[in-house]
Structures are given as C-alpha cells and as structure tokens.
C-alpha cells in the first residue's frame, strides 16, 4: 500500500510539532523515519494514521492508497487502521492487555474486521503466532509470562495478523537487549518481505535503519532535513543532522567484522 | 520560606475561583477577630416580642426562635468554627503525616501493622466516633474536633499513601539512601514533599467537612453545647422551623454553603500552587533562592 | 528466542577469571561466587549462580548482559542493597553482607554513587537541580559550608558539561533526558566517590545524546582517575569505548570475563560472539 504526505503539519496549541511534511511510501518499500526524541517522528506517524492528540490542529493532507486520512471521521478511520494498516510500538508491554491471553488479543483485530467464525479466528492467530516463533504452549500465556522480546514478537503477531498493507514500527526495538533486537528485526523484515506490505520504521538509531529499510527520512524539530538511499546516508550531500545521527550510531557501535564474530568457537562450542 | 507562601497565594490569587476562595477565607477570619471584641447585639440579648421576624434596621438578618440576633450569633459562631477548622486541619495533618510515615516505613513490621491499623479504623464513622467521644467529654467543642481529626487524619492517610510509596521507591530515594542520607532524612526531604499537594486538597475538605460536622454533631446533640454560638448551632435551632419560617435557616446555610465551598476550592488551587512541577512561579523563586545561597 | 537456560552450560568458564593481574590493594570493591534466588522451594528461580566481579581503582569494568541475565541484581547485591544467598561481598577489603556489617555497608555508601536507566526517575521531580546534586555533600563527613558545597556542585555541573549558570536553578521537567542525565552523573560523582556505578545509563537516550553521554563518562574518568567504575549495558557496542574491562553474564552465569580488547577480539563464548555481531554495524 502507498503513503503519500504532502504539506503536512500538526501544531498543539502554538507549538508546531510538525512542520509541512512532504513524504511518501511505495508499494512494497521499506522506509525509514529517523531523528533524535523530540524531533516528532513518532506524532508524525500519528499523524498520519489519524492517531493525532485530540487538541491537535493538523493541516495538509495524508493519502493511504489514495484515501485521505486527515479530517477522516473515526469510522473511516478505524476502518483504514485495523484493515490496511498495522502499528507496532515502542513498549511491547504496555501495548498488550495483562488481562488477557496473548492468543485472544492476536484474535481480536480479526473480530473486529473480518467476518470469521471462533475457530477460523483462533486458527489464523495460532498460525501467525507460529510465524514469529510464538509456540502453541506460550499462545496460551499472559504477557506477563513472556520476556520483552517475545512480548514483542507477539505484539507484531497482533500488527500483521489481519495482513496489512502498511506497517508503521514505532521503534519496536528500543526497549530490547541488542540480540533480541536482532533477532526481532530480522524478523519483522522477512515477514514484510514475505506479505509484500509497506514498512515505515521510526527510529532514533541509524544501525538500526541499515538492517530494515532501503531508504530514509531524517526529521529535525518537525522537519525532514534529508532523504537519501540508506547506502548514501552520512555521506557528503547530507545535511549536517544526518551526519551527527550517523556518527553518533558509529560510534556506538563496533566495527562491522571485528572479532570474533567470525573467528572459530575455541571450544567447538555449538552455536545457542 | 515567607517568600514561597507570598508566591503561592499570589498563584492563588491570579485565578477567579482563588480570588473568590481567598477573599471569603480572608473575610472569615476578619469577621472572627471582630465578634470577640464587637457584635451588633449582645448575643445574649433576646427579645420575647420579635421571635422569628425577618430582616429590620435593628436585626439585619431577622432574629430566632428566642428573639436573638441571627447576625451577631453567625459572627460569633464564625469564631467557634474557625477555631474549629484550625484545629482540626492541624491535628489530622499531624495524625495523617505521622500515619503515613508509618505506612511508608522500610520496616516490614511498622508498615504492614500500620496499614491494617488504619484500615480497621477508617470503617468506623465519624459520627460513631463522635458519640464514643462523647461520653467522657459530653457536649463540647472538644467532641468535635477529636472527632474530626482522628477520622480526617485516618483518611489522610489513606489517601496520601500511594503517593509516598511511589517516592519511596523511587530511584532518586534509592540514590539518595545510596549516598548515605538517612530515613528520617529522606523521608522529610523526599517522600512528605511528595504528598504536600494531596495533602492540601484532602485538608481542604476535611476543613469544609468539619464545618459540616459541626452542623451535623450539634444537631445531634453531642456538638457545641447549647447557649455557645456556632454555625451547626444557628442552623440547627432554624431548621427544625423550617416548614414555618423558611427564611431562618437560610442565612446559617448560606454561610455554611459559602465557606465550606471556598475551603474545597482553595484546596484545589493549592494543590496546583505548591507544586514546584506543576507551578513554574514556584520553580523561579527556587532557583532565585539557589542562586543566592 | 528465550535461549534455554542450560544449552550453554559447557561453556562457563570456571569463576577464578583472570582479570589482567592487578595487585589486590587496588581492587575497590570485589563480590566472590555470588549465589541468589527469587522464590520459594517449588518454583525457585537461580537468577546468580557463582559470580565473580571485581572493581579496580582507575578501571572501568563493562557488565555485559541481556534482560533476565540477573545483572541488576548483581550489581543491588554489590551495593549492598540487596543480601546474596552465598558467597561474599567486600569494599576495600571489608566485608559487607551480614547484620554485623552496617559500618562498612555505609562507608560504601558515602563512597559510591548512582546512574540510573530512567534519567528522571533519579532526580526528585520537586527538586531543582543545585539541590539534587547537592545532596550527597550533606550527609556525614562530606558535610560541609554552603559556600563550599555551592563550589562543588558547580565544578561537578561543569564536569558533566553543563553550565552551572544556566542548569543550577532548572527543574528535572525542564531538562531534556541526556541533559537529565548528566545531572545525574554530577550528583553521583560529586562527592569524589570511589566507585561509579552506572546501570544502563544510556538506553531510554537516543544515539545523540547517547554518545554525550559517554563523553561525559570519558571526562569524569579523565578528571578522576583513582574513579572504579562499572558500567551495566546490555550493548556491548555502549561499553566498549569506556570500558577496561568486561564481564558478560547469562543467564546469572559467567560466560566471559578479561581486558575488553581481548574478549572483543578473541572471544571464547558463543554468547559472546552472537553479542558482537549483534553490536556490528
């Protein structure tokens, strides 16, 4: 599904917290939103999903397939999210109900817009729980049962279960130990390879961009300072913001190839 | 310190329902000054032949089944209830602050005891506690505000709780024990702080509801002793009239009305006043006092 | 994904690690086969089974571990926060767990500060900032005039790259969270503690503030030198810049320990190396 954004802005009260965002998303592409925290990529995903503050004032407009979602009524736009769109959050835990099994809130976007009988619904969560290596033995747990990753995972079961054509990850992988964040990258990669969905994946850490997306945005104080192909980013052409986030994940990080990611195990030990 | 309560009532003071509260607080006080030394009658003055008659030059506010001016017994009574008020607020801050304390203690043994302490008291009623009150001090002022404080102090507990737990296991608690501040330190300097503002509005409707009570335990029989002004007393002399001589009890429920909803409403004001997070007035002061210190 | 608790087992190196033959009297604070459990005897839980750390003087040691790898506890039982099941704790030579153990437990405390993940959570929000930093200057011996401790909080403000002018006065919801914590790392050092410890002091930042962050630890350590450190991630790319040393736990298991050039070149657990690549960019 394509996103088009073109002059968008949101302001609550006097504050602009986005100011006349033109972007867009093809069909199939993956797309990258980066910028430091309060730099209004997560609002401006917000935005666009009709997810906005109620005191915000937006202007411009957001087209979903052609479908526009600014000044959309409630309707239209449950609707639009639930059925061709999917959000992944920050905080896996706070997105999932405690009170109820993980397999019946995978289940439950199914309700709401698919006509389905229970064991229909029952049998296409199970099966996407499956897909993100959620066992039919955790399907019946609590999320308070599960560890933040797998709590993730489950949370993209509960994104992707309706197949949506646009998937918005709101840095899904914040919260996680850098394995697992990995581990659920790779993951949600493949499976919005395998659909054939969109994916907008915000961000702060550009490392993480280079595993998940082929182009990206750089957003400052509600503005994009930059577009380029994930290859170029940091390069001269680029505006300085892009070069500070680029830099800084560099040196964060270690050395692509270094060590012993590649040197043979001592031990023989078998790989966990 | 004089400079923080300046700021705070001038916070106060910026809004309209602060300038109403304020201004009724202020006159409250002004007119309890004034009847110790000044009513416009005597209040022991009665006058047989004008029982019950409405307003007049001489009684502006009609006169009582005993011919008393209504006017100078609500001044007076103003003097019984602020005295009342100020005792009960002070008495249940003491009770509540050092409740709470005990509920927030480290010790296993202080809290959980105290937790069940209060929650076992809380379910006796005021009035009930009143009348237990009651048989050793008999009709006093004293029933009243013993009443009063031990059952506000309870639910000032109650509800200040959670607020000093969530400071008490705050990670700035656990860094300022970690460096050495003692209990007793952090709980003066950290965890009390934290419940200032719920404590100002639960005071504030303990303040206005031990006005009520006062009406209420007087009615009853077991409050203010008969022939000592208060409001609870002008209303319950009135209302038992009230079929015949609507008017009498109006001017006691009035007043009653008009404080007891100015005191719920300087509560909130100051709920919002003497916090440093939610008051940027308040932050500047603060950081004007660092800077000379 | 939740790896299985005992696949690695055949791994962990023995607890007598060799941590690049200092001498004993610079070890500052030392934890011996740390053992705890959560939990009653059905459903008990072993989050430290045998844990060795070690703290020096001047060193910074990088704890390296995912969630559920019991480096938290670990580092609430070093602190003497928390009493391990076995095994010792000791802070210049003396030991800390026990009733008998108050006065040695609170001299760690004078001489050891706190950085935390939430960089708001460790400021009271009432507070403004000269007053949070200024608080472990007023306890005990640090106690000292105001002028004085004025002066330090500014130096300590200053060494964390603020400006006292303009931070002394502010309150923590004014502040940004890499600025937050940065006022956190000055109330931690400014009563020249002996030991910093610092848990997950960078991941609720993002990378820009981040990276400052780890510039005001270089700065700190520049102007302390004699400082101990350890520094909590579960990013082995965070700690590698600061840190001497390295520990990777797993699963309350040892699974490395050594000068962190070595274990990051040579590394000798698979948890390790899946850390690594995890940590390449």
New interface residues.
Partial sequence: MSLEIHGLSMSIGSRAIIRDVDASVADGERVGLVGASGSGKSMLARTVLGLAPVDAHVRGSALLDGRQTVGASDEELADVRGRFAGMIFQNPAASLNPLTAVVDQVMLPLRIHYDLSRSERRDRAMAMLDTVGISNRLARSFPSELSGGQQQRVAIATALVTSPRLIVADEPTTALDSITQRQILDLLVSLVDDSGASLLFITHDFSVLMRTVTRCYVLDEGRIVDESAIGEMGGPASAEQTRRLVDAARRLRLPSGRGGASAPARKGGRDE | MMDGVMIVLRSVWRRAEGRFSLTVLCLWVAVSVVSLFWTPQPITNTDGYHVWASGSLRHPLGTDGAGADVLSWLMAGSYVDLLIVVATVAFSAILGVALVSAMVARSVMLSSVSVVVVDALISIPTVVLALIVAVPLGASIAVVIVACSIGYGLNLARVARPQALL?AR???V?????????GL?ILAT?IL??IVPTMAVQLSLSAGTSILAESGLTYLGIGVPSGVPSWGHSLSTSASFVNVYPFAALWPGLVITVVVTALNVFGDMLRDAV???VNPRL?RD???A??R? | MNDSRHEGAGEVRPPTADFGGCADSSVVLEGVSISKGYGSRGSRRQVLSRVDIRAMRGRCLGLIGGSGSGKSTLMRIVLGLESPDGGVVRFRGEVLAGRSCDGARRRLRMQSGLVFQNPHGSLDPRWPVWRSVAEPLTVGAARGDRSRIVRRVEEALASVGLDPEEFMGRYPCELSGGQAQRVAIARATVNDPALLVADEPMSALDVVARERIMDTFASIRAHRPELAMILISHDLGIVRTIADDLLVLHHGEVQETGVAADVLDAPRSPYTRRLIEAASL
């Fill in positions: 400071a705050s990670e700035y656990v860094s300022a024990a970690a460096s050495g501040v003692t330190r950290h702080p934290a916090d440093p997070v932050r603060r950081t004007r660092g800077r210190s």
